[in-house]
């Protein structure tokens, strides 16, 4: 396979029909049979991917380029999400514009091109997929936790945090799913995932899925202020899945179809095996 062919399969994955702007091909390659994927790929991963013989480096998180400074135009998506818990669409793009400002503010700074010119000169194909794995993860838990959670409407927060544990990822992880708002016999009340969308949207973002009737949401990671200001509106509750092992769940969805087209690949930087 080339690096073209991989790209159109996560899209083909994630149902997508173009390339989101904080994923993309950095330096193409042909002819791919070993490949090493991890959730942050820089220029030591690179170097023992090298060693070991991959024709491929894929990062899950953007580590240069257009796809690191575009990070935060993939955070549209999440009023999509919104939308579909119920949050009214003109409220979901208001209350997720002020994080946009701040991540694009925060990227505008970094240094974009230092995994980029590793890359090249490794002579090493390299590769990000955010969005497509992220979408993933997303899916895979939110049908996970619906189907575990269908016949009880009483469920509380132990409940699901038991449910995400029948999940290999979550089992392996040595960072488990924690309730980080609420307490775990509080009621879950309606269980939402939120993990695509390039990253978290903040506390008015939380806000807005909790008036819309929400109970508990379900996310990968989320900051002090948050958690803060979601203890102070006191009308929701919040599991951290756990971030590596989160975005295990999508890169795991994504390596077996890999497998399945009979390339191997190489787990690493943070991706948990779930075998």
Same mark, same amino acid.
């Given at each position: 396979? %080339? ?22 091909? @950095?330096?193409?390659?042909?002819? @791919? ?36 400074? %575009? ?40 240094? +974009?091109?230092?995994? @980029? #010119? ?33 016949? %009880? ?16 990822? +979550? ?7 924690? @309730? ?56 929701? %509750? ?7 092992? #989160? ?10 179809? =890999?497998?399945?087209?009979? =390339?191997?690949?190489?787990?690493? #930087? ?6």
């Amino acid at each position: 396979m %080339n690096t073209k062919e991989i790209m159109d399969l996560a899209l083909e994955l994630a149902g997508l029909t173009e390339v989101p702007e904080d994923s993309g091909i @950095i330096v193409e390659g042909e002819n @791919i049979k070993k490949l090493a994927i991890g959730v942050d790929m820089e220029l030591a991963e690179m170097m023992l991917a090298k060693e070991l013989g991959a024709d491929l480096v894929i990062t899950h998180h953007p580590k240069g380029g257009n796809p690191a400074l %575009n990070l935060h135009k993939v955070m549209k998506a999440q009023i999509d999400r919104m939308v579909l818990a119920g949050v009214p669409i003109n409220k979901a793009q208001k209350v997720l514009a002020e994080k946009v400002g701040q991540v694009e503010r925060a990227l505008h700074v970094s240094n +974009y091109d230092r995994a @980029i #010119s590793a890359a090249k000169l490794l002579k090493m194909p390299f590769m990000g997929v955010h969005t497509p794995t992220d979408i993933l993860a997303e899916n895979k838990v939110q049908t996970h936790l619906d189907n575990a959670l269908k016949d %009880n409407p009483k469920a509380k927060l132990d409940d699901v945090i038991k449910a995400l544990e029948e999940l290999p990822e +979550y089992q392996k992880t040595l960072a488990k799913p924690v @309730i980080r708002v609420g307490g775990k016999d509080d009621y879950a009340g309606k269980v939402f995932v939120t993990m695509a969308g390039g990253t978290g949207g903040g506390a008015s973002v939380a806000k807005a899925y909790f008036d819309a009737g929400v109970g508990t949401l379900v996310c990968m990671h989320i900051p002090e202020d948050v958690i803060k200001a979601v203890k102070e509106q006191n009308i929701g %509750n919040v599991i951290v899945a756990g971030h590596m092992a #989160s975005d295990s769940v999508g890169i795991n969805e994504f390596i077996a179809a =890999l497998e399945a087209k009979g =390339l191997e690949v190489i787990r690493m #930087s943070g991706v948990i095996d779930p075998k």
